[in-house]
Every structure is written in structure tokens, then in C-alpha cells.
């Protein structure tokens, strides 16, 4: 491959499209150039669409994308077009809901032919450069798509028609009619039994390998259980990080989790570390910690926000995206451990070591050891015949000399792309970690990583969704708005700043105004009249981190309190009514949703503060799990929002306790409050 030749992908930011700008194919970024290019010379158009830490996407480049004769061909018959998903996800949900009603599944690389005019018309995701497993060959597809984009238009013209109708109709599959204005508390408790029904009762978490966190479902149960007291439920959720932070999915020597585990145990992981899985990963043991006040919760909290300051964020506080699975071209290279390099770092303490963590002379994978354990201190103390406290120092001891050690390694490639939707998620992580632990640090952090936000993503009154290299570009999508609203609503209830809620509110009209379909309900994916999209389609489901509409519907929940604004409430109950049946049925594709439905049918903790002990009392409250708590102090008679005003009595501190703005007499005994909400 002659690398001093590039394609148009030179001149783009994203990582992934600058891994292609070298190859052979004349790949250009989606826009304007190569779309009229199509029409003029009446060539089908093939999207590829992945990200930077993509596995397979790395493996079809090498095999297909750079190879000179395959590049001819794709140059010659079409007109070839990268997407990087995580920049734009409302491409990404259109032909990857093309390519799953064609082919029954989906996942990346996705490669979509398309029509001139932007219809798909075929497409599926890896194919080797020669048949295998039932795959046929790229260049087989490519032949084939070309005769027919060329022979049979008729053909072509009825297969977008039908995949267009699809893609167009398929959100009402799961949007409901019925307008049901009353909600029963026994909902809560189906949605309950049917993610009961997918529990792992041997390893946690839910179903068979690939296993994946799960994180919303998980904290929906939490959820459950604080309002039930249902002990399956929360011993599940314990069970299940139990086995996470012991299984390989752990990094056990540097902190954060890994995409997902490719066993039924979470041993063996797919070493791939996103952003958004860890920030919500410490959102849920943030959660189990002021539970159980279990002290190894957090210390998996510290450590994961530890690597994260380490090597996913830039000078200002800005968070990257990814770390890639590979490195020297080799899955888990970086992260896995051979028998003789841990004797030559530990010597005489290996043996003990080897134990805890299942390393072995053949390795545990694949010729080396990934580094698990799925016993307790306490069981290797009555192993050795040696002491808890000892052994714990000594495993501490020991994983951070071979983490310096495996420092030296090269390391994992860096999708080093700022995005707006999963810095507002590690955001409100911040907020939700420093309630729980009362680390400064984490406000700090949170307070530096907004104002990079506003900085760089918030220009000339617009709200963009990339930032790299300092230059930012895409208009926002609604998961920008909505993260980026529930970031400022977490941020005040742990800073008391008022103009966090200011904004939030702004960006709530915002919201309405550019995403509400005023027709059906629900919020579109982009801003209203977007060019070069065939459908504005409405991302419902809670898959890798919430839909933007599960998260504004849990926005406005709190802001329809805040600002006491019944408009907010309205847009509650309709996409309630719209959603609820979908939720029940299908829970863990709607968590986030059924946080907000499970919100809806308990009601809401209205907790006003008042008095110079304020945010003294609010930091203590702070420090327990009330999942349903809206919480606001002020410190003098000065504030206007409803929660707080005519509350104020000089020279005491009073604390309110509300539902639906009705009040119980006002205290000042903290302690005996916390007993009526914990």
C-alpha cells in the first residue's frame, strides 16, 4: 500500500476515517460532494459505516479496502462513502435498520449500497475477501450489486420502496395508541418478572455469552427495590458486579470495564473500553455503594475514574471516546500476561499471585492469562494459611508493579474524538460518584469538564456533537441535548448553582422546538429538516447508553417540577402513553424508560432546603440512595423557583419534604427525615 497516496479522508478528524485516508479506495466523508458526484454518474453508492475500535472493521480494511484490485473495482463501479457511526448515528440507524430487516441482524462494519437518491437497496456487514462460513466474497457483492443496480432497476426501485416503508414504520411496532391515562403500581412489578426471567443465576448479569454489563437494567432494579424492598432484585444487581469486578472484563491492574465478556463468567473479555460503558458502570456501583456502604464498590469507583484521568481525557477536562481491543494487531495484547513475565516481575510472590488470579503455565486463554479471579481474599487467606489484611497489601502490592511494567507496552490505539452525548453521560457520572463517595475531585472535575462543554461545543447559540482538534462540527442530535440537560440537572444537585437549572431549561425549549414531532409525539434523532437524510427517524430503544427520548422523558419529569410547568407534564404523559406497553414487554430494551415509568407511578421525592446549613444537609442527604429525590437548597430568601419559594424563615434551616407540591410540616431534624426516604 503506498501511503503518500490519500483518498478525501485526509481531510476529516474522526479516527475511523482517518484510518481509510491511505487506502486504495477512493472513500469520501458523507456530504454534498459525493452524493452529487453519484447523481451526475448515476453510480450506487456504498456506505461503510464503523468506528475506530472496531475489530472486524480493522480486519475487512486490511483484507478488502487495501487490496489494489478490489479498490479498482469499488473505485471504477461506485462511489464509496465512510461513516463513522459514533459522529453520525442518525445515518448509522437508518441502513443499519436497512441492512437488519434484509439480513435478520446487523453490527459493523456496515456496508449499505444505496441509490443515487440515498434509498438502500442491499447491504449486510463483514464479508471476507473470499467465501467462507457461508459469507460470500466482497468482491462476489460487489460484482452482484453492480449487475443489478445496472440491469434490474425495477427490481432495485421495489426493494427501497419496501425498505424505505420499513425504516419509516418501524418505530410504531412499539409505540403504543392507547392513551392510558392511569398507571397501576403493579406494572412496575411485571417489568420486574420479565427481566427477572432473563436473569444468570450462576454468573449475574443476564442471558449467555457475548455478555454484556447491562448497566440501565441493572439500576433499574436497584430502583425497584428501593421502592418494593424486593430482595431478588438487589441481590441480583450485587451478585452481578460481584462477578464483574472479579471476572477479566475488569481490568483488575488499571481500572474501567471492557465492551463486554465473550464467555457465560465475564473471563474473558473483548478488551475494546468505551466511554460510555464505564461512565455508566460507575453510575450503577456509584448506586450500589450508598447501599450497602461496601468499601470495595468504591474502590472500583476511584480506580475507574483514576484510569479515565489517566488516559481518556485531554488537558480541559474532555473525555475521549475509546480505546481499541488491539494493539500491534493483536486483540488483548496490551492487557493479557505470559506465565514467565509474572515470575520474572514477582519472583517468589508469583505463586500466591498465580493462584488469586488463575494464571497458569499454558495460560488461561488462548496461550496466555487474562487476569480473573472468582474467589475472595478471605478464600486465599485460608488457602496460604495466610492473613486477610496481609494478603490485601500484598495483591495491591503486586498489581501495581506489573501495572507499571505493562506501562512500557505499546498500547491500544486512542479514538481521541470528544463527543458531546457521552461527555454530558460522564458528566452526570461525576455528579452521581461524588455523592456517593464526597470526593472533591469529582465535583472539580464535573465543574472543568461543563465548562469545556460550553466552550467548545456551544458556539454562536448552536450545540454542536464533535470536537477534536479543536475545531467542532455536527449539529447536535437529540442524546446531545438530552445527556447534556440531565448533566446540568446531576450538576446542580451536588453544586447548588442555579444557573445550571437556567440552562437546562433553555435547552429544554431548544429541544421542543428543533426535535418534538408535534404530530406523533417523541423526539426525531436530528434537528427538523436535515439534508441527505431519507427518514429523521426517532432512536426509541436503550441500547449501548439511553435513547436521547428516554432521557429527555426523565428530564422533563424533574424540570415539569423545577419550573412547575404543566406543558413538561403534558409531553410526560404522552410519551408514557405511548411507550408503556413496550416498556413492560420489553424492559431491558427500555431501562431508562422504565426508570421513568417506575418515577411516574411512586411519585417523586420533593426535598427543599433553606437556611445557612443548606448544602451541609443536602451533601448528608446526598449520601443515600433515594433515586427519586429532586433536590434544592438555598441559603437565603433570594431564590424564585417554585420548590423554594416563600419557604425561607430567618435563623433557621428548614427542610421541606413534598409530593406533587404538597408538604409536611417542615423539620429541622435531619436524621428523622432520612428515616421516611431511605
Known amino acids: 500500500m503506498n501511503k503518500k497516496k490519500t483518498n478525501q479522508l485526509i481531510n476529516e478528524s474522526s479516527p475511523y476515517l482517518l484510518q481509510h485516508a491511505y487506502n486504495p479506495v477512493e472513500w469520501y466523508p458523507w456530504g454534498e460532494e459525493a452524493i452529487l458526484l453519484a447523481q451526475k454518474e448515476n453510480k450506487p453508492i456504498l456506505v461503510s459505516i464503523g468506528y475506530s475500535t472496531c475489530h472486524w472493521c480493522h480486519v475487512m480494511e486490511r483484507e478488502s479496502f487495501e487490496d489494489e484490485n478490489v479498490a479498482n473495482y469499488m473505485n471504477e463501479h461506485f462511489i464509496n462513502i465512510k461513516v463513522d457511526r459514533e459522529e453520525r448515528p442518525d445515518i448509522d440507524d437508518i441502513y443499519m435498520e436497512a441492512v437488519q430487516a434484509m439480513t435478520g441482524s446487523g453490527g459493523w462494519p456496515l456496508n449499505c449500497f444505496l441509490t443515487p437518491d440515498l434509498k438502500p437497496f442491499y ?27 445496472n440491469d434490474e432497476k425495477d427490481k432495485v426501485s421495489l426493494q427501497t420502496q419496501k425498505l424505505l416503508e420499513h425504516i419509516s414504520n418501524v418505530e410504531n411496532a412499539f409505540v403504543s395508541n392507547n392513551n392510558h391515562d392511569e398507571l397501576n403500581k403493579d406494572i412496575a412489578h411485571k417489568i420486574f418478572i420479565n427481566i427477572q426471567n432473563n436473569f444468570d443465576n450462576n454468573n449475574g448479569g443476564f442471558g449467555g455469552a457475548p455478555k454484556f454489563p447491562m448497566t440501565m437494567s441493572h439500576e433499574f432494579l436497584l430502583n425497584y427495590y428501593y421502592h418494593t424492598k424486593h430482595d431478588a432484585a438487589f441481590l441480583h444487581v450485587e451478585e452481578s458486579i460481584n462477578k464483574m469486578i472479579q471476572g477479566g472484563i475488569y481490568d483488575v491492574l488499571g481500572g474501567g470495564l471492557s465492551r463486554y465478556a465473550t464467555d457465560n463468567e465475564w473471563r474473558i473479555p473483548h478488551f475494546e473500553k468505551m466511554l460510555y460503558d464505564n461512565a455508566l458502570f460507575i453510575q450503577l456501583l456509584s448506586q450500589l455503594y450508598l447501599i450497602t456502604k461496601k468499601e470495595k464498590y468504591k474502590v472500583v469507583i476511584q480506580q475507574t475514574i483514576e484510569w479515565l484521568k489517566r488516559e481518556m481525557t485531554n488537558d480541559d477536562c474532555g473525555f475521549y471516546s ?41 495460560g488461561n486463554w488462548e496461550g496466555t492469562n487474562i487476569l480473573y479471579s472468582n474467589f475472595s481474599v478471605k478464600d486465599l487467606a485460608d488457602k496460604t494459611g495466610m492473613e486477610e489484611e496481609i494478603l490485601l497489601k500484598l495483591l495491591e502490592r503486586w498489581k501495581k508493579k506489573l501495572f507499571l511494567h505493562r506501562e512500557n507496552r505499546i498500547r491500544p490505539h486512542l479514538d481521541d474524538k470528544v463527543l458531546l452525548d457521552w461527555n454530558a453521560l460522564m458528566n452526570s457520572t461525576l455528579s452521581v460518584a461524588y455523592q456517593a463517595t464526597s470526593n472533591p475531585e469529582y465535583k472539580e472535575m464535573a465543574e472543568k469538564n461543563m465548562t469545556f462543554i460550553f466552550d467548545n461545543f456551544y458556539i454562536n447559540n448552536q450545540l454542536y456533537h464533535i470536537y477534536k482538534d479543536g475545531k467542532t462540527k455536527q449539529e447536535a442530535f437529540i442524546s446531545d441535548y438530552a445527556n447534556l440537560i440531565e448533566a446540568l440537572l446531576n450538576l446542580y444537585e451536588i453544586s447548588f448553582n442555579e444557573k445550571y437549572l437556567v440552562k437546562a431549561n433553555e435547552l429544554t425549549q431548544e429541544v421542543i422546538e428543533q426535535f418534538w414531532d408535534i404530530n406523533k409525539g417523541l423526539f426525531f434523532t436530528a434537528p427538523k429538516n436535515q439534508p441527505y437524510l431519507v427518514v429523521n427517524k426517532k432512536i426509541l430503544f436503550d441500547n449501548a447508553i439511553p435513547s ?19 406543558s413538561y407534564r403534558k409531553k410526560v404523559k404522552i410519551m408514557l402513553a405511548a411507550m408503556n406497553e413496550s416498556i413492560v414487554k420489553y424492559p431491558q430494551s427500555f431501562s431508562k424508560w422504565a426508570k421513568a415509568l417506575i418515577n411516574q407511578l411512586y411519585g417523586f421525592n420533593e426535598i427543599s432546603i433553606l437556611g445557612t446549613k443548606g448544602i451541609e444537609q443536602a451533601k448528608e442527604i446526598n449520601k443515600e440512595y433515594i433515586p427519586n429525590k429532586i433536590l434544592m437548597v438555598s441559603l437565603n430568601n433570594k431564590s424564585e423557583f417554585p420548590m423554594l419559594n416563600n419557604k425561607f424563615v430567618d435563623n433557621i434551616t428548614y427542610i421541606y419534604h413534598c409530593e406533587n407540591y404538597q408538604c409536611n410540616a417542615p423539620t429541622e431534624n435531619l436524621k428523622e427525615l432520612l428515616k421516611t426516604l431511605i
Open 123 to 149: 447491504g449486510g456487514t463483514y464479508f471476507p475477501p473470499e467465501p467462507q462460513y457461508g459469507r460470500p466474497a466482497w468482491i462476489q457483492i460487489l460484482n452482484g450489486v453492480h449487475r443489478v443496480f
Open 322 to 362: 475509546a480505546l481499541d481491543a488491539d494493539s500491534e494487531g493483536v486483540e488483548g495484547k496490551f492487557y493479557v500476561w505470559d506465565y514467565n513475565e509474572i515470575l520474572q516481575n514477582l519472583g517468589d510472590d508469583a505463586p500466591i499471585f498465580n493462584l488469586f488470579y488463575h494464571v497458569k503455565k499454558e
Open 548 to 566: 436521547g427520548n428516554a432521557t429527555m422523558l426523565n428530564n422533563l419529569q424533574k424540570l415539569a417540577i423545577i419550573f412547575d410547568n404543566d
